[in-house]
């Protein structure tokens, strides 16, 4: 040791301090985020909510009298009375759960009048798979073209 300058003693201390945080940090960052991962895949420890709708995005959407409208939420619904779903204003509508269990379809059964204004909501407490419930509602505003004339 007593042949190195104080420059390389000074070197030496900074690689050694070095060493000793990258091996802190690799233990402390690359640890965690690995069960985290396990969390986000593990619908367990998951809660309902919607991850995607059609059209998209259906909030102030416009859409034709006839189309039908998909939501998709992340965990399997019951079934569809469960689900307790309201449409304002009141109108002749069929919901179906597709094969997923994930997608509720709402298909109006008759043209819904052009140029209205539509809410759509799943209230909090509609039930899921695994005793799981909605935690707060989910409601979306659109409206359907209007018709302007030729």
């Known amino acids: 040791m007593a042949n190195l300058s104080s420059k390389q003693k000074v070197i030496g201390v900074i690689a050694i301090i070095g060493t000793i945080l990258i091996l802190i940090f690799q233990s402390g960052f690359y640890s965690k985020p690995a069960a985290k991962r396990e969390e986000i895949n593990n619908p367990a420890t998951q809660n309902p909510e919607v991850v995607s709708t059609s059209p998209n995005p259906l909030e102030k959407a416009i859409i034709w009298g006839t189309t039908p409208i998909e939501i998709t ?22 919901a179906e759960l597709l094969n997923d269990r994930k ?47 030729v």
């Not at 619904?77 to 109108?91: G, H, M």
């Not at 009048?113 to 659109?142: E, R």
């Open 103 to 149: 997608t509720v379809r709402f298909t109006p059964n008759k043209p819904l009048p052009l140029g209205a204004d539509y809410t759509l909501t799943i209230p909090a407490g509609a039930k899921f798979d695994d005793d799981k419930t909605l935690g707060k509602d989910y409601k979306v505003h659109f409206r359907t073209i209007e018709y302007r004339g």
């Open 73 to 94: 939420f992340n965990l399997s619904v019951q079934n569809i009375p469960e689900l307790k779903y309201t449409f304002e204003p009141e109108s002749d509508i069929k």
